[in-house]
């Protein structure tokens, strides 16, 4: 979820944020363990997006395979919890992924 809310001189109030708890390779990892298990790559270098990308060309019309992508990435989200201030032209952008076009 992403919110604008105001702050005063940048800051937010007692208790109202967080950095995500976690570093970025464990917050992928769920994505890399299951590339790996369905393809032998582990995906290395790659971002959010394009590992999911690359899981679903291994098998994109699979339900079963398309609901483990799911839960790999609901587990991405919960292990990105957090809040951060910042500036909107930093904080209004997403990595999307897929094709554009």
């Not at 997403?94 to 554009?100: A, S």
Request: hydrophobic share 30%; glycine share 12%; charged share 30%.
């Amino acid at each position: 979820v992403v919110s604008n809310n105001p702050t005063v001189d940048g800051v937010l109030g007692a208790g109202q944020g967080y950095e995500p708890r976690h570093d970025m390779e464990y917050r992928l990892e769920p994505f890399r363990s299951l590339l790996k298990d369905v393809s032998g790559d582990d995906g290395e270098g790659l971002g959010f997006a394009e590992l999911r990308d690359a899981l679903l060309a291994v098998k994109p019309l699979d339900l079963e395979h398309v609901k483990k992508i799911n839960r790999a990435e609901a587990e991405f989200w919960r292990r990105s919890q957090g809040t951060h201030v910042g500036d909107s032209s930093t904080k209004l952008n997403f990595e999307c992924g897929g094709q554009q076009g």
